[in-house]
């Protein structure tokens, strides 16, 4: 998603998620991508029915009042959109007594193939927002000179790919051996150890494969950084290297210790992506004043034309962001939300809330 779909579908799960009622009178239909649509409706009436049984009056009218909203705002579509459909009904009055039964439907942003029906006190929602988080692929390479362990991160799941021992002996030399021999003995199995994991992660890290965005190495000892420094990986895989983290441990509690390691990290990927834009924004602020603006100008800017990439600090109105987001896509422009508690985010918040990169010199009296 972009930065507009990711705003919409956020507001969008916002005003769902304010809802609760009083009884269990809410619901929440997911139909996935290629399902007939038809077969959910069918299913809803029959729901219809069991509702009639429902022996508090109020619950039994709002649950079926909710039911019926829902056949009718599914039955305008003529099929299941190409992505699957999510749609909640319920009445969402504050005030007892009252009715206000209202229909909503969301098209996800990738096909969904979750089919869920459910009639609760609040809406459900965490399907939907699994999409804000993100979605993204990263590489954990977690190695020492025994074993090895090569995995995929994806939002909050770990998938081991690739799990071998090497044949690299302790350091107490067997009998007979120069110690000069030994070592070396030693040194050239490591240095095929690495390089049989190293083939593993260029095959399976290369954009043909798994397209990752970044790669995180770990381990305990001096073996993580031989493994990275030396010349086993390729030049494409060693650009994606984000860090190399010291752990304690090897195996699958090695790979646990990474990976929490690694949300940290990660975390900071987003916020080193908004620092970026915030930095080139006051850089260039500072250097050429008249490619970058802030404040009542950027409106003006964005009217000319002007206007490369917006910033605008998250503690404007959703509706205020959407309406200069919009402007800014209208001609061209990119946008971003920045975080109003940041360092960055704080100088901009001091500049009015907004700035703006621009394509052209403007001068502004």
Known sequence: ??????????????????????????????IPADFDIQKVINQLSEELSLARNIKS???????????EKMIRGLKDFNKTPENGLAAFAGNVSAREGHS?????????????????????????????????????????????????????????????????????PGKYKAGGQSAARFARVRENLARA???????VVNNEFSTSAIDVKGIIIGGPGPSKEEFYNENFLTQEIKKKVITVVDIGYSGDQGINELLEKSRDILANEAIIKEKKQTERFF???????????????????????????????????????????NLCENQGGEWMIIDSTSRDGETLRGLGGIGAILRYKLTFK
């Open 100 to 168: 206000d039964v209202q229909f909503w439907s969301i098209i996800p942003p990738e096909k969904m193939q979750i089919r869920k029906y459910r009639c609760d006190q609040k809406f459900l929602l965490e399907p939907l927002e699994e999409y804000l988080e993100d979605s993204e692929s990263y590489g954990l390479v977690l190695l020492d000179r025994r074993e090895a362990q090569v995995a995929v991160l994806k939002g909050k799941t770990i998938n081991t790919i690739y799990t071998d021992t090497s044949a690299v």
């Open 57 to 67: 009056s109020s619950t039994r009218k709002n649950v079926m009042d909710a039911l």
């Open 193 to 199: 150890f690495y390089q049989k994991v190293a083939d």
């Open 283 to 325: 850089n260039i602020l500072g250097k050429t004043p008249n490619l970058a603006t802030y404040g009542k100008h950027v409106e003006k800017a964005m009217e000319m034309g002007a206007v490369d990439t917006l910033l605008i600090c998250d503690y404007h109105e959703n509706d205020e962001i959407k309406r200069l987001g």
């Open 1 to 30: 998603m972009n930065e507009k779909e990711k705003f919409e579908l956020s507001i969008k799960l916002k005003e769902l998620s304010e809802f609760k009622a009083r009884h269990t009178e809410l619901v929440s239909v997911y």
